[in-house]
């Protein structure tokens, strides 16, 4: 659950196992949800030390952990700011560890491809490695990371890891265990074809900044040249030569289902829960209409020669308080209607018990204004046109939003707020 308050951005932690694995499986979402506006950080586990270099001038580094770290920290910072400039923080350094603990820096445990072309464990993972960390110690990293940057939704990887890699399975569990140790929403990386999302993105609005960033890696994928005759395309080589193309949309699955949103309005409720509100409001009608029919002749004196219509006024208030209130927070005529019957039934029928000579409803200013003010004000309050659509319908809207926002996504979505987005 989030507690974040309506008055700032949403905030969204993305967490992943090496440089370049936030562009090539979010990086289109990375970049739609900073031009809408939230705030989005990238977690990253590990530098990536154990992976492979593509380029001839980097071929000195190659082999060399430390100096493949620090090159892909230049490559990382490079691409986070083409997708439009998260935050970004290592696991294990300043905001993603227990202030009670020294840093401690994650390495790269490997892997090798096995023979069904997923990754598999590389058998020989160095001591420092994410794999052979303590995952409670992992858990808690990513746990400081949520609330250091006060996260509403935590975005990683499908239990599988997305390909396999030990990594990224790692990744998985901890990101998965420390959202739910935070009670914030958790959300899995999928694929938006499968079937299996609970909210995709459309991301080729993007498609220029996923270029740009994927672009910096130049030591792990070539990407290749744009297609004149198909400029949305988006394809890079791995290294071990399987070209990839980069999807039109982003898929994400929540770890539990979206919590349902509770009507807002009549319209919304369900056939039983409009019965049940006709009936609660015709009963408030009845109350509110007997405690006027008792109370609105009480005066209070001003004076020697004065007197206030004090029982007239809060009545009146009230009714109208109470029909208004109503018609804009339900935006319904038949609560309004069934809370006007329910107020003239009590004064009618109060009235007929204590007989003509009733000294509850007078002949003077107050009598009249509490037999006939109700239903006036029930009637001006159900003329009242339905303004609701406007917001919908303006054009000025439209044209900002365009096209596309039918298929956007926002960080209500990836944190379940409510139902999932199209």
Do not use: C
């Amino acid at each position: 659950m989030s507690t974040a308050p309506v008055t700032r951005p949403e905030r969204v932690l993305f967490v992943h196992a090496h440089p370049d694995d936030e562009t090539l499986s979010s990086g289109g979402t990375i970049a739609t949800l900073l031009e809408l506006g939230a705030h989005v950080t990238v977690l990253s586990a590990t530098r990536g030390e154990r992976g492979e270099v593509l380029t001839a001038e980097l071929a000195p580094i190659a082999g060399n952990g430390a100096r493949i770290a620090a090159h892909r920290e230049t490559e990382i910072a490079a691409a986070l700011a083409a997708l439009g400039g998260p935050d970004h923080l290592w696991l294990g350094g300043p905001g993603a560890r227990p202030t009670d603990l020294p840093e401690r820096r994650y390495t790269d445990s490997g892997m090798q491809w096995g023979p069904d072309g997923r990754a598999t464990a590389a058998g020989d993972a160095p001591d420092d490695s994410l794999t052979r960390a303590d995952l409670g110690e992992v858990v808690d990293d990513v746990r400081a990371a949520i609330r250091s940057t006060g996260a509403d939704a935590v975005v990683s990887y499908a239990d599988d890891g997305g390909y396999g890699h030990p990594d990224h399975v790692r990744v998985h569990a901890a990101a998965r265990f420390a959202a739910r140790a935070e009670e914030v929403a958790f959300s899995m990386i999928v694929d938006a074809a499968s079937g299996g999302a609970d909210v995709t993105v459309d991301v080729l609005p993007v498609r220029g900044k996923v270029r740009a960033a994927l672009e910096q890696y130049r030591s792990q994928v070539t990407v290749d040249p744009a297609d004149p005759q198909d400029p949305s395309s988006l394809s890079y080589v791995m290294p071990h030569g399987v070209r990839n193309e980069v999807p039109a949309v982003e898929g994400f699955r929540h770890d539990a289902p979206p919590a349902p949103t509770a009507p807002e309005t009549f319209a919304e409720m369900s056939g039983p829960g409009r019965a049940a509100a006709v009936v609660v409001a015709a009963v408030v009608g009845v109350l509110v209409g007997g405690f006027g029919t008792i109370t609105h002749q009480q005066t209070v004196a001003l004076g020697s020669w004065s007197t206030a219509p004090i029982g007239m006024v809060l009545t009146t208030l009230v009714v109208i308080g109470l029909v208004v209130g109503v018609r804009l927070l339900y935006r319904s005529r038949v609560l309004v209607a069934a809370l006007g019957v329910g107020v003239i039934l009590a004064t009618q029928v109060l009235v007929a018990v204590a007989g003509q000579s009733s000294p509850l409803v007078l002949a003077n200013a107050a009598g009249y204004v509490w037999t006939f003010g109700p239903a006036v004000v029930a009637m001006l309050v159900l003329a009242w046109p339905d303004l609701s659509g406007l917001r919908a319908t303006d054009p000025a809207t439209d044209r900002r939003s365009g096209s596309r926002s039918d298929a956007r996504v926002d960080s209500h979505s990836l944190s379940s707020k409510g139902a999932p987005r199209p």
